[in-house]
């Protein structure tokens, strides 16, 4: 069971424009929602994160929205660069220290192309 | 500070054979996370340690896998009688202790079984 969907599978965006990546989910138990960012051959690394008391947190470029009604939240990445290529992964979490683990459950990952 | 490291990088395994995947977390990490990485798909939680009790296991495919932390830090991700559809990148993650702690991620070991 996909308890974390995300799309689109890939994304080609150009420079300086805004790539918008979405995700929802299934879990009203989830209360943590990161995003991370993989290169090839790397392990993934965390981007923003955010929980459902707010819903937009902004750091530098990267924006997420999150609307807990709808399960839904999307990462907003503006002026794109070519660096910025890579493959991003929605991910959710319980944040219940008492249930002993934050395991993430992944969405299916973004192949994004930010092309010169 | 040194990030969390795994090897072997890369491990190549004829079916049947048995691999060990090592982890080193980063220094005073309580939680350690292993994760399997199907190509082109996200990574799938597998098992969970805090310090060395292993309090979660649910996403371990088969009794083929087996992971252990005996000291609470270095980690042993161990697949016995390896089969194909073993083959994947294996993820190490830490993190602090607590709610919302970031897990940070080892850069994996790709197996793959011929």
């Known amino acids: 069971q996909q308890q974390v969907k995300q799309s689109p599978q890939s994304l080609i965006v150009q420079k300086g424009g805004i790539s918008i990546i979405n995700c929802a989910y299934e879990n009203t138990a989830f209360d943590y929602f990161p995003w991370y960012q993989q290169f090839p051959g790397k392990g993934p690394a965390l981007l923003i994160a955010?929980?459902?008391?707010?819903s937009e947190k902004k750091e530098g470029r990267f924006t997420i929205s999150f609307n807990k009604s709808a399960k839904q939240f999307s990462l907003h990445i503006m002026d794109s660069q070519p660096g910025d290529s890579a493959t991003y992964f929605c991910a959710a979490s319980h944040s219940e220290v008492s249930q002993g683990a934050q395991k993430l459950v992944f969405g299916q990952g973004t192949r994004l192309t930010i092309n010169p | 500070g040194a990030g969390v490291s795994q090897s072997p990088r890369y491990k190549v395994a004829k079916r049947g054979q048995d691999v060990a995947l090592r982890c080193d977390p980063i220094s005073g990490h309580v939680s350690l996370f292993w994760y399997q990485q199907a190509l082109g798909q996200g990574p799938e939680f597998l098992t969970y340690?805090?310090?060395?009790?292993?309090?979660?296991k649910s996403g371990l495919p088969s009794d083929r896998f087996f992971a252990e932390r005996p000291e609470g830090s270095v980690s042993t991700l161990k697949i016995q009688r390896t089969q194909q559809e073993d083959s994947a990148v294996y993820l190490c993650?830490?993190?602090?202790?607590?709610?919302?702690?970031?897990?940070?991620f080892g850069p994996g070991t790709r197996l793959t079984v011929l």
């Open positions: 340690f805090q310090n060395e009790a292993q309090l979660d």
């Open positions: 955010i929980r459902p008391d707010v």
């Open positions: 993650a830490s993190s602090f202790y607590g709610s919302y702690n970031e897990q940070f």
